[in-house]
């Protein structure tokens, strides 16, 4: 899900990457050091961090609760000393910082923000983009760092946070790689068990309709009310097979897949 060096131009090289479980999330950071280019500009770093949260309403709270910090002038240079000063020492070495200048946060679109900032630094002033991007449980801090006395334009902060946003919808895309499969005894009285099969994608959750079909497993007709994991068979389902359609779904997107049909119930 991290961006890669064909997310740049040519030169950039990962510099250091790791991955930390604690408190609840996943947290993946990788560092491309100086030669990573976007649109022709030169980058001193480029720092791409993913949380990783379990659901999607965990990443949502922290897109949100970072939305609410850069909505005040004082929230956006807490967010700015909090973040941009340690990632671009550790890009090039201790820097004694003695100005933060905080731009205005603006939205690049629904999932994305984007934060300038300015460091007046005992080596120079040094141009700093952080993007703040959340698709379903991920929600991944993106900071450029333009070299020594240039100007990082928006421009560059867009064309990066585009490319982390789709390579994350891309992850979270989902699609069935197995298909379901029903389980029990196709007699009446007895209790079919569906198992969803393997997805890809990340599927948040799934939801099962589940269907009275021909001898074939053709013409289908749904059971209105028969939305579980599990069906119990009555004497309605009297000579028809039973199968059932599966939907995975995340925040990004859903697909579905459709079981086999049993035999044919007494």
């Known amino acids: 899900m991290a961006l890669t060096a064909a997310d740049f131009q040519a030169g950039a090289k990962v510099v250091e990457q790791s991955t930390v479980t604690a408190g609840g999330k996943q947290v993946y950071l990788r560092r491309f050091g100086t030669g990573a280019r976007i649109s022709g500009l030169p980058l001193l770093t480029v720092v791409d961090e993913l949380l990783v949260f379990s659901d999607a309403g965990a990443s949502a709270h922290e897109f949100v609760t970072a939305q609410t910090q850069l909505a005040t002038k004082s929230g956006r240079s807490s967010f700015a000393k909090e973040f941009a000063r340690d990632f671009v020492a550790g890009s090039k070495g201790k820097l004694k910082v003695t100005k933060t200048v905080v731009g205005a946060a603006t939205a690049l679109d629904?999932?994305?923000l984007w934060l300038p900032v300015t460091l007046t630094t005992d080596q120079g002033t040094l141009p700093i983009a952080i993007d703040v991007v959340q698709v379903d449980r991920v929600v991944s801090l993106?900071?450029?760092?333009?070299?020594?006395?240039?100007?990082l334009a928006r421009s560059d902060a867009v064309r990066a946070a585009a490319s982390m946003e789709a390579r994350l919808r891309?992850?979270?895309t989902v699609a069935s790689s197995q298909a379901p499969t029903v389980s029990g005894q196709a007699q009446q009285g007895q209790t079919l068990t569906v198992d969803e099969g393997?997805?890809?994608?990340a599927p948040s959750g799934f939801s099962?309709?589940?269907?009275?079909?021909?001898?074939?497993g053709g013409t289908c007709t749904p059971v209105g009310t028969a939305t579980d994991k599990t069906y119990t068979l009555t004497a309605a389902d009297s000579g028809f097979t039973i199968r059932v359609t599966v939907t995975?779904?995340?925040a990004v997107s859903s697909q579905q897949a459709v079981s086999s049909p049993t035999a044919a119930v007494p």
Do not use: E
Request: hydrophobic share 35%.
């Open 170 to 172: 891309t992850a979270f």
């Open 110 to 112: 629904s999932g994305s």
């Open 208 to 216: 099962y309709s589940w269907a009275r079909c021909d001898a074939t």
């Open 142 to 151: 993106l900071f450029l760092s333009g070299m020594w006395g240039q100007k």
């Open 198 to 201: 393997s997805w890809s994608g």
């Open 248 to 250: 995975g779904s995340n």
